[in-house]
């Protein structure tokens, strides 16, 4: 058993003299008050719009707010910068901000900040990856000190979600006056969040230190207790591992099991998982856009759909000691508008095989499976179940650069991937990344295009509830996709750290979050 080139055993050994050697490393850190936390990318820019991957998102969190928060368990929004906010009409949205909060550097929030930030991430010229989360926004403008009016070009029931989870306000009197807006992140990093950046450093990592004073503090978002937290770059996670055992980290995110068990018996340090939004799935070549028409037949998907016993497969690669979230749709409760009413096929091998006969495939036939790093066990696992009705499936390892080729040539038979919503608290999101007209679509089922239209048009939210069940219940019946289960995030960390329930964030975690049993 290996992890990226590292032996499980010695790995195991490493623990064992680390056990000996380091005697107290959690005691230390609790008596510094600060927190190692390992990344596999190097950070350059604290802020998401500069680098959108997920370990950004747990830095740009927990520097900067946003206007409002979303509360899972509620699934309704909540103040944060904003104190109140109304919708006057269906394509207008006005927030009054609370009159105490601050800048890292001292100035003090206004609805300049919040218009700026805005109409900064609508200009054409702003150059940030992801410009469609707000292609739906008009124009920002100031009302008052303290009140901030927000334009639609249409009628959008994800405004809300998208304001919670995707805008983080910007001191304009300091971003506005760069040249290179680039260097703010890297350089002149200030926001209004439980943290403020004390350093950051492509090569030596970041720095946080607890913010003096956090009067928008709420159940949704509470103050940071920990006072500082240093965010470590550590390409692999063998190094990490290493480091962990032998005192230089105190917390780090694994993502196989093999990972997890390396720590199971080291009584220092306790595992936890965090269920987000993230699910794994498979996806077909419905519309015959790779040049392999045998998936074109629904009878050949749902044989697919049948032979893959979706919980052993789910408890056998999920990472983490209790069992992935059972879902048969593409979305989760804690999401607006999530609801269906059908499941996928049951798995039942000897119904895969009779459907291949009855298709015209009693001799199976060959499959590329296509799948990133993050999925190849999971693809693996899949490629065996359909071994055993006779389907030759082949896992092919990609790059996201390859992969975007292959999704921009249609030469994607079937993916095996994983996905967070983008983020994003509402059934939409998923809808959009796999069926909106485009590259990543390989089902063109006009159905789902009009329903998804329709959902996008209304503020009604039973309507679209009733909507979207509509279309995973379409996507259930054509086996167009499967999701095998959720995925949890999954982080090993000092058994003195409570690391706090978690959150629907990419990094499922929240700096703010953090506390010292």
Not at 190 to 202: C, S
Not at 233 to 247: K, L, R
Not at 418 to 437: C, E, I, M, R
Request: proline residues 7%.
């Amino acid at each position: 058993m290996y992890i990226r080139g590292l032996q499980v055993r010695g790995l195991q050994a490493l623990i064992l003299a680390g056990a000996f050697i380091c005697t107290g490393p959690a005691s230390a850190q609790k008596a510094k008050d600060t927190v190692r936390i390992g990344f596999y990318e190097p950070i350059g820019s604290v802020l998401i719009y500069d680098d959108p991957q997920p370990q950004n998102a747990f830095v740009t969190r927990a520097a900067f707010d946003t206007l409002i928060c979303y509360a899972p368990e509620s699934k309704s929004f909540v103040p944060s910068l904003a104190k109140a906010w109304r919708q006057p009409d269906d394509k207008t949205l006005e927030f009054d901000l609370r009159d105490d909060v601050k800048f890292h550097d001292g100035a003090p929030l206004t609805a300049e900040d919040v218009a700026y930030t805005l109409n900064w991430l609508i200009d054409p010229a702003s150059p940030y990856r992801f410009k469609e989360n707000f292609s739906w926004v008009k124009e920002a403008t100031v009302v008052s000190p303290l009140t901030v009016r927000i334009a639609f070009r249409e009628i959008n029931p994800t405004a809300l979600s998208r304001l919670a989870t995707s805008l983080f306000i910007l001191p304009k009197h300091v971003h506005e006056a760069l040249a290179d807006k680039a260097t703010f992140g890297r350089r002149t990093p200030i926001g209004t969040g439980p943290y403020r950046v004390a350093g950051v450093d492509l090569a030596k990592g970041i720095v946080l230190t607890r913010a003096t004073a956090y009067p928008q503090a709420s159940p949704c978002k509470p103050a940071a207790t920990v006072n500082r937290i240093e965010g470590l770059p550590m390409p692999d996670v063998q190094t990490q591992a290493a480091q962990m055992i032998t005192g230089g980290l105190d917390v780090m995110r694994i993502s196989t099991r093999e990972a997890g068990e390396t720590f199971e018996h080291d009584k220092r340090f306790v595992m936890t998982s965090i269920d987000g939004m993230m699910v794994q799935y498979i996806s077909f070549d419905a519309a015959n856009r790779s040049g392999n028409p045998i998936l074109s037949d629904v009878r050949v998907r749902r044989a697919l759909v049948q032979a893959i016993d979706r919980q052993a497969i789910a408890t056998s690669v999920t990472p983490g000691q209790k069992p992935p979230l059972k879902t048969d749709a593409l979305c989760f409760p804690v999401q607006i508008a999530c609801a269906w009413n059908t499941v996928p096929p049951a798995f039942d091998r000897a119904a895969a095989k009779k459907l291949l006969v009855e298709a015209g495939y009693p001799n199976g036939f060959e499959l590329e499976l296509t799948a990133f790093a993050s999925a190849a066990q999971l693809a693996e696992a899949i490629a065996g179940e359909f071994h055993k009705i006779g389907v030759r499936a082949k896992v092919s390892p990609v790059t996201l650069a390859a992969y975007r080729q292959k999704q921009r040539d249609g030469k994607l038979q079937a993916v095996v991937a994983l996905w967070t919503s983008g983020g994003l608290p509402d059934s939409s999101s998923t809808v959009d990344f796999l069926f909106a007209k485009g590259p990543r679509d390989f089902s063109r089922d006009g159905l789902i295009h009009q329903l998804a239209d329709e959902a996008m048009h209304t503020n009604d939210e039973a309507a679209r509830k009733s909507l979207y069940a509509r279309i995973y219940d379409r996507v259930n019946e054509q086996a167009y996709v499967l999701p095998i289960s959720g995925r949890p995030d999954v982080f090993v960390h000092l058994n003195e750290l409570n690391i706090g329930p978690g959150s629907l964030s990419p990094y499922s975690i929240e700096a703010n979050e953090f506390r010292w049993k």
